[in-house]
DNA sequence: TAGTTTTGTTAGACTACCCTAACTTTATAT
DNA sequence: ATATAAAGTTAGGGTAGTCTAACAAAACTA
């Protein structure tokens, strides 16, 4: 069984490398500093993972899963997203405190606990965030969205997901009007630095290019 | 704030401690198999748990808890039961599983997460092996309790707890007929062994002396 | 292409928790 | 009352995960 620190690794390594990062691999610098350690820190622990065959790995190279590492990563996002939900549907979470809990809960191990929730929840397809939950066999259906910042002005379009999961950002989401399912006008975009001014639910506010960036939309 | 293994050790002290063991004082070594580690082991924590003025220890001495190291005892006691309580209500874990998962969920650290846990429970007095949850304030009222071997002969009580949680003890006591509210009629004891025939919704069954010692009944 | 910056690695050290082996203190039993 | 047994402690060592400081390789840049 992988520690919990292993387990942390992968799912990092899971979230810089996926479709919605848009690469395949990464740098044991962004690995670090995604896990808020060292990069020598990190660089002990990519030879442990590849030492377990979880990761593809050489001296001074990128990193990427194998296969073996991506269905652990996997199994934890899962993990993570189905107590999300939980603590969202059934305990009166809001949107932003439930992602610090489930760093948590996401690393207690008990098959039968998993299955049980998921079961008790109704077999969610997507946690608060709007993430696609993954399935017991470790398929995820990937979500066909864009960012907001990728909508073009004068369209409309339905946020359906947030990339970052801090507090700060969510509060800030929460703020401007915004959850899941809400629909949002792009009124303007400045040119010169990607500030655009929406429209939710009649409100007009502006927001920066690097909010637009982590709202996803379809 | 404490770490999982400080917290374990608390809990032993609290148990091997407590009125159910009657006991206010335990020992190294005993301690040390509780918690299945060497009392060499034991004794470098108590050291360091002393020096948090969590326990009353002195070398060659007993050890007892402090009122704020039997505070965190409490908590931690606390969410146990009520997460075996949510492991048995809500996800159909049986008697002698919600244990050990248990183990592992009682350290998650979040007070908005118990909290809104036992609201979302209703508030549970007991867990499902009969024993009492403390209170938010820590507080948990001790039960007028007996063991079965201290019931007389002829004599019938009903179960209210158990003091083993192993699962292989829960099964026999599943297999004896046995749950929380059964009504227990005492058919006879030996003199020579203690072994006791009882009877349990007209099912006569014969139990050791260390099975009676395990069963509490008013 | 050569210098500089960025990125990645190695060596050595620290803490938490665990161990074994050797020792000391306390308790028990005749 | 002393020998033996039981309980408890200390010293020294191991692993996982973290760090800093020094170094090496790769990537930029002019």
């Known amino acids: 069984m992988l520690s919990q620190t292993e387990e942390n690794y992968l799912k990092a390594l899971f979230h810089l490398t996926s479709e919605t990062a848009n690469k395949s691999e990464t740098g044991t610098n962004e690995l670090a500093a995604a896990l808020n350690v060292k990069p020598a820190t990190a ?26 590492g991506r269905r652990q990563a996997i199994e ?5 997203r189905l107590w999300e939900t939980f603590l969202y549907e059934k305990l ?7 992602h610090e809990v489930a760093e948590q809960l996401e690393h207690i191990y ?5 299955e049980q929730l998921e079961k008790f ?10 993430d696609v939950i993954p399935n017991a066999k470790g398929e995820l ?20 997901a947030v990339k970052d999961n801090s507090a700060s950002f969510l509060q800030y989401v929460v703020k401007v009007g915004l959850g899941l399912s809400s629909k949002i006008k792009l009124i303007s975009r400045q040119e010169f630095d990607g500030t655009t001014e ?13 909010f637009a960036d982590n709202i996803f939309v379809v």
């Not at 929840?121 to 608060?128: A, K, M, R």
């Not at 073009?152 to 379009?157: A, D, E, L, Q």
């Open 141 to 160: 259906k990937l979500q066909a969205r864009k960012t907001l910042s990728q909508v073009m002005v004068g369209k409309s379009c339905k946020l359906v």
């Open 121 to 130: 929840l109704g077999y969610p397809e997507f946690d608060p965030h709007g």
């Open 43 to 68: 660089n002990d622990m990519l030879k442990k993972l590849k030492e377990k065959k979880l990761i593809n790995y050489e001296k001074y190279g990128k990193v990427s899963l194998t296969a073996a």
């Open 76 to 80: 934890v996002v899962r993990k993570h």
């Open 110 to 114: 008990s098959p039968k606990l998993i």
């Open 92 to 98: 009166q979470f809001s949107w932003d405190e439930v």
């Open 198 to 210: 929406i429209e939710v639910n009649g409100k007009k506010s502006m927001v920066s290019q690097k």
